[in-house]
């Protein structure tokens, strides 16, 4: 305890130095704010404060959360994208067996998912606004390459060395935006972060239905790959000089905002400073050792699969049934009908009884 007080208090006094924009008053003044929130969090302590606590926040909201927001987006475009080119003719196009896409879909999880902890390791030591901009880099080339992929070996390559980038952005990204947030702000914002990725399926759609009307040297899937991995290539160049380091780096702050904005997440993370900018053993063993953690992941494996499954096959699903559909006949189609209609109809008058 008494060495976690004096790595908090050595901290306080690294910053003052560091920006000139404490004094030795403001400093020790800080000091006894650290220990008041070494559990509780920053919380303003008069309504001025709240005050500008708000508006600093609108700043973020403004300037960080939105940008996270598309990259995410593009980040959902760029996985899904391979069931929407499916109902092109992307595997009849290349002659491949049609289960080349579930093949490659699947592998993809095979670097996403243990590469995430590692990910987040290099995230936070290499800078996350840095980072964010490199795996978006690499995974735009990536969906751009599939434009060219001619055998099921070369998917396959392709999408897991998506699996490899993607891997550490959700995390790395909410990493992100806790440097930013204080604890009691940063959930609301987290779950308008995590909503994107619905929106990327609304649009994803659509976009692709304007790429298959090119009317050009080549395929519709193609067009489909080239213009999402290059707005995805665009974007991350521009990250790393969007996203700000650190509260105190942000350029669109003023100097006493970043003062204060810097000043608030050292209260609020007064109990791990060492994990601001990187993982510590701390963080291992808390994570580790959390009933609370265990309890929720299964909800959470299980509140993945739903979203995933639909996203990347739902479109091959319709157009299997708009077929099948196709060439029935009137009293079949009826009820081919009803089998669609009807889990619309009950997830409607469901969301309306818990509305």
């Known amino acids: 305890?008494?060495?976690?007080?004096?790595?908090?208090?050595?901290?306080?006094?690294?910053?003052?130095?560091?920006?000139?924009?404490?004094?030795?008053?403001?400093?020790?003044?800080?000091?006894?704010?650290?220990?008041?929130?070494?559990?509780?969090?920053?919380?303003?302590?008069?309504?001025?404060?709240?005050?500008?606590?708000?508006?600093?926040?609108?700043?973020?909201?403004?300037?960080?959360?939105?940008?996270?927001v598309i990259i995410y987006m593009f980040n959902g475009l760029d996985r899904s994208n391979l069931g929407n080119a499916q109902t092109d003719g992307f595997t009849t196009d290349l002659n491949m067996r049609p289960e080349a896409i579930n093949t490659a879909t699947s592998l993809f999880f095979a670097t996403f998912v243990p590469l995430q902890p590692v990910s987040v390791m290099i995230g936070k030591k290499v800078g996350q606004s840095t980072y964010l901009g490199i795996i978006a880099l690499g995974w735009g080339i990536l969906t751009l390459s599939h434009a060219w992929v001619k055998t099921e070996p070369q998917l396959i390559a392709v999408r897991l060395l998506i699996g490899v980038f993607e891997s550490g952005f959700y995390p790395t990204c909410v990493s992100y935006l806790s440097l930013f947030y204080p604890r009691f702000d940063l959930a609301f914002r987290i779950a308008l972060f995590y909503g994107s990725y619905a929106i990327a399926g609304a649009f994803g759609g659509l976009i692709a239905y304007g790429c298959f009307k090119i009317d050009g040297a080549m395929h519709g899937w193609q067009y489909l790959f080239i213009i999402e991995g290059a707005f995805t290539i665009a974007i991350a160049i521009v990250t790393p000089f969007w996203l700000a380091k650190a509260p105190g780096q942000s350029w669109f702050l003023t100097a006493e905002e970043k003062e204060f904005a810097e000043r608030r997440m050292v209260l609020d993370s007064s109990a791990n400073l060492d994990s601001r900018f990187k993982l510590s053993k701390r963080d291992v063993v808390e994570a580790v050792t959390d009933w609370k953690l265990w309890a929720v992941l299964p909800f959470n494996v299980l509140a993945s699969v739903a979203p995933q499954g639909f996203t990347i096959f739902m479109p091959i699903v319709i157009k299997v049934c708009l077929f099948i559909s196709s060439h029935l006949i009137p009293q079949q189609r009826k009820g081919m009908n009803r089998l669609l209609t009807h889990p619309r109809v009950l997830a409607t008058q469901a969301q309306q009884q818990i509305s």
Not at 3 to 11: D, G, P, S, T
């Open 1 to 68: 305890m008494a060495l976690e007080k004096a790595n908090a208090a050595e901290e306080v006094e690294r910053i003052a130095l560091s920006s000139h924009l404490v004094d030795d008053k403001k400093a020790t003044h800080l000091k006894a704010e650290l220990q008041a929130s070494k559990q509780g969090g920053f919380i303003p302590s008069t309504p001025e404060e709240k005050k500008y606590s708000r508006a600093l926040n609108r700043k973020f909201d403004l300037f960080i959360l939105p940008f996270c």
